[in-house]
């Protein structure tokens, strides 16, 4: 399993329309080209010296194939919209990371 995670630092003054916009249409749009089976919006609780808030999206996918093929079909069309509505209000960068194994906690 693939992990496409995406961090962005997000100004207040623009926070709440971001949230409802990444909650609402962007991750929905994200998942919807089939290319991720879920998604995660996760706030960082360390606070920025740059201020704003920190999320992390974590998106997850069956291979690095499929995720080449939405940085290719999907990607500049999804992020061309966010950077329309936010500009500099919102700093991103992206990581890819491969899950190794799972643990889970035994509750017998």
Do not use: C
């Not at 360390?46 to 499929?66: F, H, N, P, R, V």
């Amino acid at each position: 399993m693939i992990l496409y995670n995406v961090t962005i630092n997000i100004d207040n003054s623009v926070h709440d329309i971001w949230l409802n916009w990444m909650q609402e249409k962007h991750i929905p749009e994200v998942l919807a080209t089939g290319k991720f089976t879920t998604a995660r919006l996760i706030k960082v609780l360390i606070e920025e010296e740059m201020g704003g808030t920190t999320y992390a999206i974590q998106y997850t996918t069956d291979s690095k194939d499929t995720l080449d093929k939405y940085y290719l079909e999907d990607a500049p069309r999804l992020r061309e919209e966010g950077v329309r509505l936010f500009g500099d209000k919102m700093v991103a960068f992206r990581t890819e990371l491969e899950l190794v194994s799972e643990f889970w906690q035994n509750k017998n």
